[in-house]
C-alpha cells in the first residue's frame, strides 16, 4: 500500500503521537487486577460521554430524561438522538443492544488498537448514559466484546437487580 493510501500514514502526528501513548497505557492497565482496571476504564467512559463526538450525548441524555419518563419513549428516542453502535431494545427490566462493530472512535478511526481493555470504557460509557436517562443506579454487563475476541459486542442494562 502507498503512503498516500495508508490511513495511518495520514494522521497528524499529535494524533498518532497520542494514539500510541494511549496503547502504551491500555498495555500497561492490563497488568492490573481486572476490577481495578475496569473500574478506570470506566472513568474513561463517563469522560467520554461529554465529548462533542457524541453530541455531547450526556446532555442529550440529561434532556431526554427531564423530558420523558415512559422507557419505551426514552428508549426510541435515545436510539434516534444518541450516536451508538447498535439498537438500544426494551426486554422487561433490561435494555440490551449487540453491535456489530466497535463504537469507540478511537478505534474506529485507528487512532488506537482494538483490545479487551477499551471495552470497558464503552461500559463506562453505557453506565453513564443510562443512569442519566433513568435518573437511577443501574449494572451493566458487557456479554461480549469483540476487543476480547468475540465477532459482535453485546451490552446489557439491568434496570433492577
Not at 434516534?80 to 427490566?93: K, M, S, V
Request: aromatic content about 6%; proline content about 4%; glycine content about 6%.
Amino acid at each position: 500500500m502507498s503512503k498516500s493510501k495508508d490511513p495511518i500514514m495520514k494522521k497528524p502526528p499529535l494524533l498518532k503521537f497520542s494514539g500510541d501513548m494511549i496503547n502504551a497505557l491500555l498495555q500497561g492497565l492490563e497488568q492490573l487486577d481486572p476490577k481495578v482496571r475496569m473500574r478506570i476504564m470506566e472513568k474513561c467512559g463517563d469522560a467520554c460521554a461529554k465529548q462533542e463526538y457524541y453530541g455531547p450525548a450526556l446532555d442529550i441524555a440529561r434532556k431526554i430524561a427531564e423530558e420523558e419518563t415512559d422507557l419505551n419513549r426514552i428508549t426510541e428516542r435515545v436510539n434516534r438522538e444518541i450516536l451508538w453502535c447498535g439498537t438500544w431494545i426494551n426486554d422487561g427490566d433490561i435494555i440490551h443492544c449487540t453491535c456489530q462493530e466497535c463504537g469507540c472512535p478511537m478505534v474506529k478511526y485507528n487512532v488506537v488498537k482494538l483490545r479487551g481493555t477499551l471495552c470497558y470504557c464503552s461500559r463506562g460509557w453505557v453506565k453513564a448514559i443510562f443512569e442519566t436517562l433513568l435518573k437511577k443506579p443501574v449494572r451493566v454487563e458487557l456479554e461480549k466484546a469483540r476487543g476480547f475476541g468475540d465477532q459482535k459486542c453485546r451490552y446489557v442494562v439491568h434496570i433492577r437487580d
